[in-house]
């Protein structure tokens, strides 16, 4: 099992950049897939990015392609979403996810493990 602790939300202007950290217990993180989801109170929880077990695979959203970038230390038990120029569509509850298998995909049904998530606030 793994659990996932999310931090580095808060709030941000517009065009500004924030970078979400998903720390990992557990000996075999380097063994899981892990990918970052979004969710707001009015839209049901959407695929951002995701990244294979070794980090040589990575999967984003056709909305954040571009912009969003994200990698894993598996020294360090940890994932990443650089987030850049942010924008007010971007405001969500951001989500760690894991799945205990090599590949990087998008559907949400196949993550077994989450964190309890983020706010991140973009204000125009």
């Known amino acids: 099992q793994v659990q996932l602790v999310e931090s580095g939300g808060g709030l941000v202007q517009a065009g500004g950049s924030l970078r979400l950290s998903c720390a990992a217990s557990g000996r075999t993180f380097s063994m899981y897939a892990m990918a970052w989801f979004r969710q707001t109170p009015k839209k049901e929880r959407e695929f951002v990015a995701a990244i294979s077990w070794s980090g040589g695979n990575t999967d984003y959203a056709d909305s954040v392609k571009g912009r969003f970038t994200i990698s894993r230390d598996n020294a360090k038990k940890t994932v990443y979403l650089q987030m850049n120029s942010l924008n007010a569509e971007d405001t969500a509850v951001y989500y760690c996810?894991?799945?205990?298998?090599?590949?990087?995909?998008?559907?949400?049904?196949?993550?077994?493990?989450w964190g309890q998530g983020t706010q991140v606030t973009v204000s125009s």
């Open positions: 996810a894991a799945r205990p298998y090599r590949a990087a995909v998008v559907g949400l049904r196949r993550y077994d493990y």
